[in-house]
């Protein structure tokens, strides 16, 4: 992955880890409240947060919508065949999902005490978590149809059945594990590019 796609795929990866660095910025304020169970002592942990809470989400919606659309040149750069449409059938996935993530961010944002008595819909979650585990399926086909550094592949292929699983248990995920994969995948295609 040298040469010309190299150049190409250079910068989608990077911004796919931006966004992602970027979206940990954004959760990181008052993490504290996704550990707890007692609604009172989530809403004390968000008033205390203030401000930082309320510019989190709105950093993290920043970086929901980022690594899609880098996704989406991730594919775009790839040669016509399989990968690509593999690739470009991920970043629809991720697309499509990223608008119902953002929805629960502005959810978490606008009413502290919804969000803390997890009153708010939980099918937006859990139709953006089952779309990203589609994504990472797709994205694991892509990438064992390139010359793709194997630990990326295997990344992505072990993943799904494991947030699958996690996800059908438990009605739940912590989100932070699809950017972890995410970004890792593409920072591994950055180094394989630049030959490191």
């Not at 996704?71 to 119902?100: Q, V």
């Not at 929805?103 to 779309?131: M, N, Q």
Request: glycine share 10%; net charge positive; aromatic share 8%.
């Amino acid at each position: 992955m040298h040469g010309a796609q190299g150049g190409t795929l250079n910068r989608p990866a990077a911004a796919v880890v931006a966004g992602a660095v970027l979206w940990g910025v954004g959760i990181s304020p008052a993490q504290r409240v996704y550990l707890r169970q007692d609604p009172a002592a989530r809403l004390a942990i968000l008033d205390k947060s203030g401000w930082r809470w309320v510019a989190g989400q709105h950093l993290a919606a920043v970086g929901t919508a980022v690594v899609p659309a880098a996704f989406a040149g991730l594919a775009a750069g790839l040669p016509h065949g399989k990968a690509r449409k593999l690739a470009g059938l991920a970043a629809a996935s991720l697309l499509a999902g990223a608008p119902l993530f953002v929805w629960c961010l502005a959810d978490r944002a606008s009413d502290l005490e919804r969000f803390a008595h997890r009153r708010g819909a939980t099918w937006p979650f859990l139709a953006y978590s089952w779309l990203h585990v589609a994504g990472l399926s797709a994205l694991a086909g892509a990438l064992a149809c390139l010359p793709a550094p194997r630990a990326a592949v295997i990344a992505a292929a072990v993943s799904v059945p494991v947030f699958g699983t996690v996800l059908a248990i438990n009605k739940d995920i912590p989100p932070f594990v699809f950017y972890a994969v995410e970004a890792g995948v593409a920072a591994s295609l950055l180094r394989r590019q630049t030959g490191q």
